[in-house]
């Protein structure tokens, strides 16, 4: 069942975006040659408590840390620990934050130092799905809408979609429904209404689209092993179009 919410409820959950905006800045900051994925958990860490918020991942299914961490050809779910970045990699940081009982997710793919033309165009690539995708996120647009205007734009580009995993409807749980697919036909499938939130999140390979789960049954990496890039927003379907809740307030 999705769950609309209010305008108050927005706004809430707000809040808790706007923290999360805050921890993934802190977490680019310092993701540098060096530096261990346990520090950047620990960073954002203090930074969501600084800001009188909860990590959401922390403890959530029980996972072990408050960041996922993935790198180079994880996925996500990567588990932060003893990890020392190398200059050349790419790093995916997800981050989410409780505020008054609402959540807020968002995850950014770094750059550490210097990295290759085919890691760079990767996420610029993922970024731009990513604002492809929002773009259909208006009352009257499909759920679909969403699916295929990031598939178009990654595929237009030679990379692929993780198709094994999905964005989701968010409130007052991490994860609600609807699932958002990044690939499908436009204009089919659920019909968006205003006040539906969505957590809308292309995950995409340098090369083919399949996946697996290392043996920690957390970090999902590439088959293939080439390099995954991951970018999420949380938005409201608002009566004007997308309103993207995880930015700085």
């Not at 927005?10 to 999360?20: A, D, L, Q, Y």
């Not at 760079?120 to 996120?137: F, M, N, P, Y």
């Not at 690939?183 to 957590?199: H, K």
């Amino acid at each position: 069942m999705v769950i609309l919410k209010s305008t108050e409820e927005i706004e809430k959950m707000r809040v808790s975006g706007s923290v999360v905006a805050g921890a993934l800045d802190a977490a680019e900051k310092a993701a540098k040659p060096g530096v261990t994925t346990g520090e950047l958990d620990d960073i954002v860490r203090k930074y969501i408590e600084s800001r009188g918020a909860k990590p959401a991942f922390l403890g959530y299914n029980g996972f072990p840390a408050s960041i996922c961490a993935s790198v180079n050809d994880e996925v996500v779910h990567g588990i932060p620990g003893d990890r020392v970045l190398e200059e050349g990699d790419i790093i995916g940081v997800d981050v989410g934050s409780i505020v008054g009982g609402y959540y807020g997710d968002s995850a950014r793919t770094f750059r550490v130092g210097r990295v290759s033309e085919e890691a760079d165009r990767l996420l610029d690539v993922t970024r731009d799905a990513l604002e492809k995708g929002i773009e259909q996120a208006r009352p009257g647009r499909h759920l679909s809408d969403i699916s295929h205007a990031v598939q178009a734009e990654v595929e237009s580009h030679g990379f692929t979609v993780v198709r094994k995993l999905v964005g989701h409807g968010i409130g007052r749980n991490m994860h609600e429904d609807p699932q958002v697919p990044n690939f499908g036909r436009p204009g089919r499938g659920l019909l968006l209404r205003q006040g539906m939130v969505l957590a809308i999140e292309p995950m995409v390979n340098a090369g083919g689209d399949d996946v697996r789960i290392l043996d920690d049954d957390w970090t999902v990496v590439t088959i293939d092993g080439s390099l995954s890039a991951h970018f999420e927003h949380t938005v409201a379907i608002r009566e004007n179009g997308p309103d993207i809740l995880t930015l700085n307030a």
